[in-house]
């Protein structure tokens, strides 16, 4: 009998071009997105090694993180942003590669705009100048965040030198309770494990939850994985992934695709492959969560207090540090505290059932008229489903503007920066100092969690208002 | 075929040519020197003993909008360093001229554990080496900005949380504490009390960091293999 596999070993292997002896894999990529921040220097590399981008059809341009998301048909007021989105068409138009910019319909985030136009594929190996590429793993691909000297690596090479990290499955089992969403998965297993608790290792996510979880939420989870320092995660495909991949526009068709699907479906862990860390939770003990501290390891249950320093992995002067930040104290209870902030967007929470899962709150509620809320679609057919399923309607009649799509507050790069000083509940992704602007204070949370302290003010559970 | 590519063509061939031994890297030669060569370092060092440093406090998003690699040591840690009206922090230890008095510039910087978490922005490397360190020490480093390190030419030395903290007491009793660390032998010695421990660094790495070589030279070494492995692939 063949020595059991896991799915991270499959798509590894199956990828690996040559073994350097003491040294890493070199390792091809199917895919590679880029964007306006971390290609510019990396096409500056390839031009003055006079190479040409080796596969062009396999690179896709989107301009996301420095993007308006309002008044998107105006020119970039900006010059620095204009001219890194001028930098991005210009090359993408010099070496032949497909390029989603501002006003293009299919822009977005590129953590979108990647899996909802079929790009993404179960098997794959995908690279992007972004952490939170991790995000494609979601499709039983394995797919991480890479460097600008890799981005131009892999646009000169279609490689990349990498060693194999070592592999850690993550099951959840049972069945989650009323208004637990993928996020506060995510966020749960982080509080649990540190926000470097898988460094060194890819994960791999399985257990009921994530057998029951829409590929939405599998986003999601998969998306925070670098939150927990791994460089990504994984989750088997299945029906429920070739189901939204069917019909795509760039997935394969008719008798392509046919002949994929066996394939597909042979992408999964033996039974009883070896991880080297194997760790499993339970559906029943997470409950909404909210961060209070300023890595996405310090979270905890919304209906619950700040826990005490002694009780933290980090060394004491690192977690008061934090807590001074964020103007909070030990012990303090999260419910009741004054938010000024709320946004819903990012590759974390910027898809079609986060806007569902905001506005099945929101709907015949009045958004809190000390709270500014900023409502960012991931991507242009994000914003046209939005209106198409009448969710714009709910959100207009409770106060709520849309945006235009893009990375916007998730990392403050463009004019949506959180004040000094200000609480935000963020469904993005980091609470670091400064994430969404100098001296801003972000508590992450799901679009649920998100959506109940738009309309109360305050940080609130969201079960209470379901 | 233009110009340039055939004088690309005619450059990959020859390195195809020279690459004899195609499982090894010890035949791999660049014609790009990206950055200095790594050997031997001896130099007084910053201590930052904060755990979880994260990429957006070494380079915050808001100066990642250059098109160029220029000039990003000016905005390391600036959230930490200077105020929002851009005065220096005098509790900054980059503002303490304790350590960035005499002997300047101090080329390495000792971190907390999980140094570098975060972003994949290359930007916090860049802005590490443009302020003048070639190596940084901690317990702990995240992945990606381990790997951005190695590939422009810092060097991230792992050692154990014990040592970790020796040498932030070292440097807490006398401020011009020398480390010394050596690349080919891969270890760390505080000087002034001899201590010293090794670290990993795989061969690879080694002998590109030892040597200034780049990987693109190595794989565009085996453009062929590339190529065919590409056209065997199912999508």
């Given amino acids: ?466 | 075929m233009s110009l340039l590519s055939q004088a690309y063509n005619s450059r990959v061939s020859k390195l195809i040519t020279a690459a004899a031994d195609r499982s090894s890297f010890s035949t791999h030669r660049s014609k790009n020197m990206a950055y200095d060569h790594f050997t031997i370092l001896r130099s007084t060092a910053v201590p930052m003993p904060i755990e979880n440093v994260d990429t957006d406090q070494i380079i915050p998003a808001r100066f990642l909008k250059a098109t160029e690699r220029k000039g990003f040591g000016d905005n390391l840690f600036r959230d930490w360093r200077y105020t929002a009206d851009g005065s220096p922090k005098a509790d900054f230890v980059l503002n303490d001229p304790t350590y960035t008095g005499e002997g300047l510039p101090r080329k390495i910087l000792v971190g907390g554990k999980n140094f570098g978490s975060g972003s994949s922005r290359e930007h916090a490397a860049w802005a590490i080496y443009d302020y003048g360190f070639r190596c940084v020490v901690s317990s702990f480093f995240a992945d990606i900005f381990k790997g951005n390190a190695l590939n422009i030419g810092i060097l991230p030395v792992q050692v154990s949380p014990e040592f970790l903290a020796r040498i932030f007491a070292a440097i807490d009793a006398d401020p011009n504490t020398e480390l010394e660390v050596n690349l080919p032998d891969q270890t760390i010695t505080l000087l002034t009390t001899g201590e010293s421990e090794s670290f990993d660094i795989n061969g690879y790495k080694k002998n590109n960091l030892l040597n200034g070589y780049d990987d693109i030279d190595y794989l565009l070494s085996m453009k062929d293999e590339i190529v065919q492995f590409a056209d065997a692939r199912p999508f």
């Fill in chain 1, 1 to 466: 009998m063949p020595t059991p596999t896991t799915l991270f070993d499959k798509v590894w292997d199956a990828h690996v071009i040559r073994h350097i002896d003491d040294g890493p894999d070199v390792f091809f990529i199917d895919r590679h997105f880029i964007h306006e921040v971390t290609s510019p220097v990396a096409f500056l590399g390839l031009e003055g090694r006079n190479a040409p981008v080796l596969f062009s059809e396999r690179t896709f341009a989107t301009a996301d993180h420095n993007t308006p998301t309002l008044n998107q048909h105006l020119p970039v007021a900006d010059p620095l942003s204009a001219n890194q989105l001028d930098a991005l068409a210009r090359n993408s138009a010099r070496y032949n590669i497909s390029h989603w910019g501002l006003g293009h319909q299919k822009n977005g985030i590129v953590h979108v705009v990647g899996p909802e136009n079929g790009i993404t594929l179960p098997g794959m190996t995908i690279v992007c100048g972004d952490s939170h590429t991790s995000t494609h793993g979601a499709f039983g691909a394995i797919a991480f965040g890479i460097g600008t000297s890799e981005v131009e690596m892999v646009l000169a090479t279609q490689c990349i030198m990498q060693p194999k990290p070592k592999k850690m499955r993550i099951s959840v089992n049972g069945t989650l309770g009323k208004g637990v969403v993928p996020k506060d998965v995510a966020l749960y297993i982080i509080s649990q494990i540190s926000a470097s608790g898988a460094t060194g290792y890819f994960v791999e996510y399985a257990g009921d939850v994530f057998r029951t979880m829409s590929m939405e939420g599998r986003m999601t989870v998969c998306n925070m994985s670098i939150e927990m320092g791994a460089r990504g995660g994984m989750v088997a495909p299945d029906q429920t992934t070739l189901a939204y991949l069917k019909g795509r526009d760039l997935a394969p068709q008719g008798d392509a695709w046919d002949k994929l699907v066996p394939y597909w479906e042979s992408l999964k862990t033996d039974d009883g492959a070896a991880f080297d860390v194997d760790m499993t939770f339970h559906a029943a003990d997470i409950e909404p969560q909210i961060t209070y501290g300023t890595n996405p390891g310090m979270g905890t249950g919304v209906t619950r207090q700040i826990p005490l320093s002694a009780n933290q992995a980090d060394g004491d002067a690192s977690y008061q540090k934090s807590l001074t930040y964020m103007g909070f104290a030990e012990n303090e209870s999260m419910l009741g505290k004054p938010i000024d902030f709320v946004f819903l967007g990012s590759c974390t929470n910027g898809r079609i059932e986060d806007f569902r899962a905001f506005a099945s709150i929101v709907k015949g509620r009045q958004k809190a008229v000390n709270v500014t809320a900023w409502l960012v679609p991931g991507s242009h057919i994000v914003e046209a489903q939005i209106k198409a399923e009448g969710i714009l309607d709910v959100l207009t009649e409770a106060g709520f503007a849309l945006r235009q799509p893009g990375c916007s507050a998730c990392l403050a790069m463009n004019e949506d920066k959180i004040p000094a000083g200000k609480y935000a509940v963020s469904t993005s992704n980091r609470n670091f100092e400064g994430r969404q602007g100098p001296g801003a204070r972000t508590l992450l949370a799901s679009p649920l969690v998100a959506a109940a302290a738009a309309v109360t003010g305050v940080v609130t559970d969201p079960r209470e208002l379901i």
